[in-house]
C-alpha cells in the first residue's frame, strides 16, 4: 500500500509560482514513476507533468510546458511540482499519482495510487 499526500496549494495572482509537494510512504521507491494530473471544474482529469524512476526522463502536458517544473527528492520520497507564470486556466485541484512501473506514462489508468489532491486558485 502507498499513501501520498499533496501540500503547497493555495491562492495566487496570475503571474505568480506555487510549488507543490508530494509526500510518499509505504511501498514505493525511486524506481517508481510518479505524476501529476489536474481536474478543474466541470473538466476532466488531465495530465501535468510525469517523472520515472531514475533515468527515465521527464514528461510534461502542452499547456504546462516551459512554466512547470517536475522534481523528486529521493531521500524524502517527496514528489514536487514547481509552477511559475501561473494563469486563470491553471486553476484546479491538482493530484499526484504513482505506478509501479518505471517510465513516465501520461494516462490516468496507468497510475495505482493517488493522493487526495491540493487546490490551486489563480486569480486574474
Known amino acids: 500500500q502507498v499513501q501520498l499526500v499533496e501540500s503547497g496549494g493555495g491562492l495566487v495572482q496570475a503571474g505568480g509560482s506555487l510549488r507543490l509537494s508530494c509526500a510518499a510512504s509505504g511501498r514505493t521507491s525511486s524506481n517508481n514513476a510518479m505524476a501529476w494530473f489536474r481536474q478543474a471544474p466541470g473538466k476532466e482529469r488531465e495530465f501535468v507533468s510525469a517523472i520515472g524512476g531514475i533515468g527515465y526522463g521527464i514528461a510534461y502536458g502542452d499547456s504546462v510546458k516551459g512554466r512547470f517544473t517536475i522534481s523528486r527528492d529521493n531521500a524524502k520520497n517527496t514528489l514536487y511540482l514547481q509552477m511559475n507564470s501561473l494563469k486563470s486556466e491553471d486553476t484546479a485541484v491538482y493530484y499526484c499519482?504513482?505506478?509501479?512501473?518505471?517510465?513516465?506514462?501520461?494516462?490516468?489508468?496507468?497510475?495505482?495510487?493517488w493522493g487526495q489532491g491540493t487546490q490551486v486558485t489563480v486569480s486574474s
Open positions: 499519482a504513482v505506478r509501479a512501473g518505471f517510465r513516465v506514462a501520461r494516462s490516468m489508468s496507468e497510475y495505482d495510487y
